[in-house]
């Protein structure tokens, strides 16, 4: 079992940039696909980027050109860069790790562990 733990999140105005940083405890889980997630109030959870265990990535249509997702190894950490943030980007924002599908089909049903979540407001 593997914990997951977001930090980076924050109030900013739009057209402002953050970089939210997710680490695992077990850096195995680090190594396998890896998402970011998010979830306004009265939504459902959407996918907002993933990275399989090969390093394909995809994105959801809304953040393509202004998110970017990566990866430490040596600091077990995920991360994603927004660039050119939106009001309508305002969220809580949970990485997730270990899928049963398919990677880049980023199905938040499909990924085991999750971390507790970081607000971005964007205003």
């Known amino acids: 079992h593997v914990q997951l733990v977001e930090s980076g999140g924050g109030s900013v105005q739009a057209g402002g940039s953050l970089r939210l940083s997710c680490e695992a405890s077990d850096g195995t889980y680090i190594t396998y696909c890896m998402a970011w997630f998010r979830q306004a109030p009265g939504e459902q959870r959407e996918g907002v980027a993933a990275?399989?265990?090969?390093?394909?990535?995809t994105y959801t249509d809304s953040v393509k050109s202004r998110f970017t997702i990566s990866r430490d190894y040596a600091k077990n950490t995920l991360y994603l860069q927004m660039n050119s943030l939106k009001p309508e980007d305002t969220a809580v924002y949970h990485c997730?790790?270990?899928?049963?599908?398919?990677?880049?089909?980023?199905?938040?049903?499909?990924?085991?562990?999750w971390g507790q979540g970081t607000q971005v407001t964007v205003s």
């Open positions: 990275i399989t265990s090969q390093d394909a990535i």
């Open positions: 997730a790790s270990f899928v049963r599908g398919a990677c880049l089909d980023l199905d938040p049903l499909q990924f085991m562990y």
